[in-house]
């Protein structure tokens, strides 16, 4: 995996994204366990938590569309990634302030610098390989860059657990905020060697203005919004999930538009790729599960309790929980107890336990005083990531053995093949569920850590490689605008994510949620494998 033959910036944007990475999942490894808490959190339920994280990360993904247009046209790329940071990290910090309608603001300000930073480093990182001398390389390039994602993905969560344990959520949001300052101060040291690939690119005649695009776009996504939320009832499970959906409607029209009024010799390019993105909704919506329900089945459903003989370390660096099974009774008493009543009328007490005892037997339950150490549940995010920095040198060696047969596949079937990978994974857990007696016992991490290899694989053949297909097929002038219409699939499977984790309370058997997630991604495959031929031509067309 040598970078000595990729551009010079390639190492600041890579440190940049990881920096910048670092703090998004350090903040999303923690978020739906921050809403839950009732003792320091919101208290909210599995289906509200599920509900609001999926429209957070949904319009996260969503406002890069705004992003890239303005990148576009008018700020550039660098100016528009350094506004995102900036915003990024306010907004990460002031999420460490407790209060509700200040946390609204924080994720508002995460969802707009967002939608700056994340396609418009993509396509500077892209613009570098636009030349004969790296564009053999532009796939490797984009997944060197996608591995720098996840090494800020892995770290994180390590700083996460251990601010919290020792100071409080608060402490662990802040950190969130200086990682992505960093990542800011290192972009801006490495300007010199991309400031040449900071092209604002020239307007075609068939291209929207700006004015209009706000005008006919943006303020009806904001009317379908509105509607969709204040529809007497909601059409998709919640309002949250209807507006947003709705607000997607003009939004779609505008990339219709694009291909419709683009010019001939752009139009297979633009349909290829806006077939790709809606079929790689399905991906997001069953992966971006990692913040909800693998979340929950990692907390709840899996076993983290370390042995004896490694606790001395894990504790030292603040990594894992302690539940006192008679001191954490007491202490949730005012808000957990619930009263019932005896045959003669006298209220009783019963003790709702600490959601990780739920599914312990009895045999295995801690006894009065006992403390237990389990380790914290947000390191289990950092399963994924480590994933990647582990099998990304190895899938890059293999694709460049299949180059140098002249094998390799092409991005569509990279594509297509990440998907049945993806979907595999999908089974893994399916194990998990009947090896946990349908969660009635606590399932081994064995089970989480496999079906997040799996996932992995399928991720390294389809994410990389969409960045690179919108590097590859977009015209020149609006290739930014495209990577947005990359997130914007990215933002649509988001909140599907959300809506599918909050239909998991409604699952006796689990192993039929992870049924259903197997389904959904099986036929985005089939899908795309009977498009294969026709994408397949284009790229050829395009790349030739």
Partial sequence: MATHKHPKALPYLFFSEMWERFGYYLMIGIFTLYLKDKVDGFGMSEEDASDLYGTFIAFVFLTPFVGGLLADRVLGYRRSITIGGLLMGIGYCLMAIHDLNMLYLSMFLVILGNGFFKPNISTLLGNLYNNEEYKALKDSGYSI???????????????????????????????????????????????????????????????????????IILLPA??????????????????????????????????????????????????????????????????????????????????????????????????????????????????????????????????????????????????DGEVVYALNTNLFQSVNPFWVVALTPLVLAFFGFMRRRGKE???????????????????????????SNNGGVKSSAWWFISSYAVITIGELFLSPMGLSMVSKLSPPRLTALMMGGWFLATSIGNKLSGLLSSFWDGYQDKANFFYVNFALLGSAALILFVMLKWLNKIFKEHEG
């Avoid at 010199?192 to 203005?209: C, L, N």
């Avoid at 594509?415 to 990978?421: D, N, R, T, Y």
């Avoid at 089974?427 to 998990?432: Q, S």
Wanted: net charge positive.
């Fill in 145 to 215: 860059f996608y591995m720098g994602i996840n090494v800020g993905a892995f770290i994180c969560n390590f700083f996460g657990a251990a601010l919290y344990n020792m100071i409080g959520w608060g402490a662990a949001f802040i950190a969130a905020g200086i990682g992505m300052f960093l990542g800011i101060i290192i972009f801006w040291m490495g300007t010199r060697h991309f400031k040449h690939a900071d092209v604002i690119k020239p307007k075609a005649e068939s291209d929207m203005s700006l004015a209009k695009i706000f005008g």
């Fill in 222 to 367: 904001i009317a379908f919004g509105l509607i969709g939320y204040f529809l007497p009832e909601p059409i998709v499970k919640t309002r949250t999930t209807d507006a947003f959906l709705f607000g997607c409607i003009p939004v779609i029209f505008f990339y219709v538009y694009l291909l419709v009024k683009s010019p001939k010799e752009e139009r297979r390019p633009v349909a290829a790729m806006l077939s790709i993105f809606a079929v790689v909704i399905a991906f997001w919506a069953v992966f971006k599960q990692n913040g909800s329900t693998l979340n929950t089945w990692a907390d709840q459903y899996t076993d983290r309790q370390v042995s004896a003989s490694s606790v001395p370390v894990l504790d030292g660096l603040k990594l894992v929980k302690q539940y006192d099974y008679v001191k954490d009774t007491i202490q949730l008493t005012d808000k957990q107890f619930r009263p019932q009543m005896t045959k003669d009328d006298k209220p009783v007490m019963v003790i709702d336990y600490p959601d990780y005892f739920k599914n312990l037997p009895k045999e295995k339950l801690p006894k």
């Fill in 409 to 435: 596949p092409t991005t569509p079937q990279k594509i297509a093949f990440g998907l049945v990978i993806s979907a595999l994974s999908c089974l893994v857990m399916v194990g998990a569920v009947y090896a």
